[in-house]
C-alpha cells in the first residue's frame, strides 16, 4: 500500500453539467501523489460517458467504473473504498469541487500533527460559482476539545470536507440503501481517531442545486438520519465521553430535524402526516428528554423564542402530532404576518415615500438620531435599505446618502430618493468625486455631517429589523453615557436568504456566554474582559454610536485594512458605557463585493497583534491577557496554515 498516496472516491449520478469541473479540480491538485476513483452509478444522462472521456485523456490517475445497476451513494462509496489501494481516502460529491491546495495542506496538516483525520471548512456555491456562505468551523485545535468542535457543527456529518486514514474509514462503512448517510461513518470515526486536524486554510465548494438530495422535497426518506443517529450512537458507546458527544449529535440531527424542518413544513394535512413519522421513529431517541440537548437549543432563541420552543419539543412528550400542528399552524400564521416587511417584497419608490410619511408623522424623540448610508456600488440594495430605515418604529432625524463613486446607477436611485423624501423628511446626498478606498473614511464624513445625538452607519447593502432603533434607544433612555449600542447580527446572502441566524458563536471565540443576555455595562468592562482578544460587533450597521469628533480615531482606524473596525469601537468603549441586545435585529449581507472575502490572513495577524500592542494605552493588561493574546496567535497560526508561510 503506497505510504502518502491519497485516493479520492467521487460517486456519480446524473451529474452531466458539472462532472467534468469537479474530476478537473482533483487532476489539477498541485499534491501529486493522488488518485482518482469515479463511480457511476448507472446515470441515465451522460455522466458516464464524460468520465470516460476523461479517464482516456489522465490514465495515470483517473480510474472510471461503473455499477451496473443503480445502488446509492452509499454502496458507491463503499465500493470505492474497497477498490481503493492507498492508505488515505477522501470522498468528493461529483457536482462540488475544490482548491488546487487542497489536499497539499490537508495532507500537510496531517503529517505534522500525526492525526489520522484532517478536516477543513466547506464554502456553499450556487450553480454559477458564486459564493453563497462560508460554513466556518472554527474548531479548537487544543487536543481536549478538537473532537467535541468537530462534531459539534452542522457539517460534521459530511465525509467531503475530510481526508482519512484508510484503516479508520474502513472501519465505519457507510450504511447502504440510506440517505444522510455520512453521519454514521464520520462521527465514529472521528470520535475513534488517536489524533485529528482542523484546518480553514483550503476550502471545499459545496455546490447547491435544486435537484439535489438535499435540497429535493421532503420525504420519507430523510428519516433515514434517525436510523443513521442510532447506529451511530451504537458505534460510538465505547467512548469515554459518550453523554457528551450523544447530546451534540441528537441536537444537530435530530432537533435541527425538527424545529427547522419538520415543524415549518407547510399544509396542515402534510405537516400532520410528517409530524406523526417522526414522533413514532424518534420514539427509542427521545430528544425531547435530553435536557442538555433542548437546553442547548433554547440558549440559541430569545425571551419570546424560549418559551415558544421549550413548549414546541416538549409537546413530543405527549406523542400527539395534532397538539403539535395546532400550536404551529396558529404560530405560522402570527410569524408570517410579523416577518411580511423583512425583504419579503419587492421595494418600490411608492413603498419608501409611504414610509417617508409616516416617518414625518412621528413624534420627535428625546434621542436624535443620523442615519448615515455609506454606498459603493450598492444601487441593487439601495431601495430595500432605505426602506429598512424608514419603516423603523422609532423616529429618525436625518438621513445623509454617501456614494464613494460608484460605477453602476447609484446615482440614479440616489437622486431619485432625495427628490421623493425631500417632502417628508430631512436628507442630503454627498457625492465623493474620487474614489476614497476605504471605508472608514466615509465614517468619518457622515460623523461630521451629521447632527443628531447618535449616528447610524447604515451600510448600503445591509437591512434590519423595523424594532432595530427601537430597542437600542430604549437603553440609551436607560444610561445616557452609552457611547455605543448595538444589536445581534445574522448573516444573509445576496438573495436576503439567511443563512447563519446569530454572530454570537463566532465573536464569543472565548465561550463566555458574556452575549447570552442582553446587558448595559462600562466600556471598561467590555474592554478588560472582551474586546480586548477580538472585535466583539460583528457589523457597523449593528450600531448607534454617540455623536462626537472621532477624528483621531477613524485616521488610526485606517491605517487598518482589516481590523480599523476593531480600533474604532475598541476607542469608543474607553468613552462611556456599552448597550447590547440579544436579537439578531440586523442582517448583515455577505456576497463577493465584501471587504472580508477579500482579507489576507498573514496580514491580518500582523494586524492583530498591532492592535492587542494599543490595546495596553486603552485598558490594564495583566499577565492573563498576554496569556490569552499567545493562544490566539497560536490558534491562528494553526487554522490559517501560516507556519508554512501561505496565506
Given amino acids: 500500500m503506497e505510504k502518502n498516496t491519497i485516493t479520492v472516491i467521487v460517486p456519480c449520478y446524473n451529474v452531466e453539467k458539472y462532472v467534468e469541473k469537479s474530476i478537473k479540480s482533483l487532476l489539477n491538485q498541485t499534491y501529486q501523489d493522488l488518485k482518482i476513483i469515479a463511480i457511476d452509478d448507472f446515470s441515465i444522462d451522460n455522466t458516464f460517458a464524460i468520465l470516460k472521456n476523461l479517464e482516456i485523456q489522465n490514465s495515470e490517475k483517473l480510474k472510471v467504473y461503473r455499477n451496473d445497476r443503480n445502488k446509492g451513494l452509499s454502496y458507491t462509496r463503499n465500493r470505492g473504498i474497497s477498490l481503493a489501494d492507498t492508505s488515505y481516502i477522501a470522498f468528493i460529491d461529483s457536482d462540488d469541487y475544490v482548491d488546487e491546495n487542497y489536499y497539499e495542506i490537508l495532507m500537510s496538516n496531517m503529517i505534522e500533527k500525526n492525526a489520522e483525520i484532517a478536516i477543513t471548512d466547506i464554502q456553499l456555491v450556487n450553480d454559477k460559482g458564486e459564493d453563497l456562505a462560508p460554513v466556518q468551523l472554527g474548531i479548537n485545535p487544543d487536543p481536549e476539545d478538537i473532537k467535541e468542535g468537530a462534531i459539534d457543527t452542522g457539517t460534521s456529518a459530511s465525509a467531503c470536507n475530510k481526508l482519512f486514514k484508510k484503516e479508520i474509514i474502513e472501519k465505519y462503512l457507510f450504511p447502504e440503501g440510506k440517505v444522510n448517510e455520512d453521519i454514521a461513518t464520520t462521527i465514529p470515526a472521528i470520535l475513534h481517531a488517536n489524533t485529528i486536524c482542523y484546518t480553514d486554510a483550503t476550502k471545499y465548494y459545496y455546490v447547491q442545486r435544486e435537484n439535489s438530495i438535499q435540497n429535493s422535497t421532503f420525504s420519507e426518506k430523510r428519516f433515514d438520519i434517525i436510523e443513521s443517529v442510532e447506529l451511530t450512537l451504537d458505534r460510538i458507546k465505547d467512548t469515554e465521553r459518550y453523554e457528551t458527544y450523544k447530546t451534540i449529535i441528537l441536537y444537530h440531527q435530530i432537533l435541527m430535524l425538527y424545529v427547522y424542518v419538520i415543524t415549518a413544513l407547510k399544509g396542515f394535512k402534510n405537516r400532520q402526516k410528517y409530524l406523526a413519522m417522526f414522533i413514532e421513529k424518534e420514539a427509542n431517541l427521545r430528544v425531547e428528554n435530553n435536557k442538555a440537548c433542548v437546553q442547548k ?100 432625524n436625518e438621513l445623509i446618502l454617501l456614494d464613494d463613486c460608484s460605477t453602476d446607477y447609484s446615482h440614479e436611485v440616489i437622486d431619485e430618493l432625495v427628490e421623493k423624501l425631500q417632502p417628508y423628511i430631512s436628507v442630503k446626498k454627498v457625492y465623493n468625486e474620487t474614489n476614497s478606498g476605504i471605508a472608514f473614511k466615509q465614517w468619518q464624513k457622515g460623523f461630521n455631517l451629521a447632527s443628531g445625538d447618535y449616528v447610524w452607519i447604515a451600510e448600503a447593502d445591509d437591512y434590519c429589523d423595523k424594532h432595530m432603533l427601537k430597542k437600542l434607544v430604549k437603553c440609551i433612555k436607560k444610561d445616557p453615557n452609552i457611547s455605543i449600542a448595538y444589536v445581534d447580527t445574522a448573516f444573509m446572502d445576496k438573495q436576503g436568504k439567511v443563512f447563519l441566524k446569530s454572530i454570537k458563536s463566532e ?7 458574556h452575549w447570552n443576555h442582553s446587558y448595559i455595562t462600562s466600556g471598561e468592562n467590555e474592554l478588560q474582559n472582551y474586546t480586548f482578544l477580538n472585535c466583539t460587533i460583528a457589523n457597523v450597521s449593528s450600531a448607534l454610536i454617540k455623536k462626537g469628533n472621532y477624528d483621531k480615531y477613524f485616521e488610526k482606524a485606517i ?28 442582517y448583515y449581507r455577505v456576497h463577493g463585493n465584501n471587504i472580508t472575502s477579500t482579507m489576507k490572513k498573514q496580514k491580518h495577524l500582523e494586524e492583530i497583534k498591532r492592535i492587542h500592542q494599543d490595546m495596553k494605552e486603552l485598558t490594564s493588561i495583566t499577565n492573563w491577557h498576554e496569556k490569552e493574546f499567545q493562544k490566539r496567535y497560536e490558534f491562528l497560526t494553526k487554522v490559517w496554515n501560516l507556519e508554512t508561510g501561505k496565506e
Fill in 507 to 513: 465573536i464569543d471565540i472565548r465561550k463566555t456566554g
Fill in 297 to 396: 437549543y433554547l440558549n440559541t432563541r430569545g425571551k419570546i423564542g424560549k418559551i415558544y420552543w421549550y413548549i414546541v419539543i416538549n409537546l413530543l412528550k405527549l406523542k400527539s402530532a395534532t397538539c403539535i400542528n395546532l400550536l404551529l399552524s396558529l404560530s405560522h400564521g402570527f410569524f408570517k404576518l410579523k416577518n411580511k416587511t423583512v425583504i419579503g417584497k419587492t421595494v418600490t419608490f411608492s413603498d419608501i415615500v409611504k414610509e417617508a410619511q409616516k416617518q414625518k408623522e412621528k413624534k420627535k424623540s428625546k434621542i436624535s438620531i443620523s442615519v448615515v448610508v455609506p454606498n459603493y456600488n450598492y444601487a441593487d440594495f439601495l431601495l430595500e435599505r432605505v426602506y429598512s430605515i424608514l419603516y423603523q418604529t422609532e423616529k429618525i
Fill in 559 to 586: 491605517t487598518f485594512r482589516q481590523s480599523g473596525d476593531w480600533v474604532l469601537y475598541a476607542n469608543l468603549m474607553k468613552l462611556g458605557d456599552v448597550a447590547y441586545v440579544n436579537k439578531p435585529y440586523n
